[in-house]
Each structure stands twice: as C-alpha cells, then as structure tokens.
C-alpha cells in the first residue's frame, strides 16, 4: 500500500511496473530499468520501519520522482532536477 500511495504522488498510473527487491549488501535505495522502477526493501527496513507513515509515503514518493525522471533526462545534472521538480510539484 506504501509503495502504491508513494508512485501515485509521483504521477504513476495504477499498476505501473513497480518492483521490491532486498539487496543487504547495496547502498542503492532504488533503481530505474527500462522505465521499469526497483526499491530496495532493505531501506526501509533498517532506516524507516519507525517512522510515520506520512513520512515515509513522502519519502518514497520523492524517490518514485528522482527514477522516473531518468526516464526523461540521463545523468543527475540540471534537467533531471527540473524534470524531478516538476514530477514532485
């Protein structure tokens, strides 16, 4: 249900290729593949499993914002935060 709440802030439609996976020895939060999006459940489990849940569905959501804005611009330069920005709104 977090993970739903958290791509529809992002813009997703409902049953958007959305993905958990647990990788206990990466750093990496998320990922985006093929317009495909991956979250690391471990995140969530070692840093947010007490938190509110508002502010983890925001948390998420920003996260949702940062990979599908690589769908429209590489890298992490000036356009992947204004196309970040305007997903995020």
Request: with cysteine; hydrophobic share 45%; net charge positive.
């Amino acid at each position: 249900a977090v993970l739903q709440q958290a791509t529809g802030l992002a813009g997703l439609p409902r049953g958007a290729a959305c993905f958990m996976f647990v990788d206990r020895q990466s750093s990496r939060i998320a990922f985006n593949r093929g317009g495909q999006l991956f979250f690391n459940l471990r995140y969530f489990q070692q840093v947010q499993s007490d938190a509110e849940i508002n502010q983890v569905i925001g948390f998420w959501a920003a996260v949702a914002c940062h990979e599908v804005a690589h769908n429209l611009a590489a890298g992490h330069g000036r356009r992947h935060g204004q196309v970040m920005e305007r997903l995020c709104g």
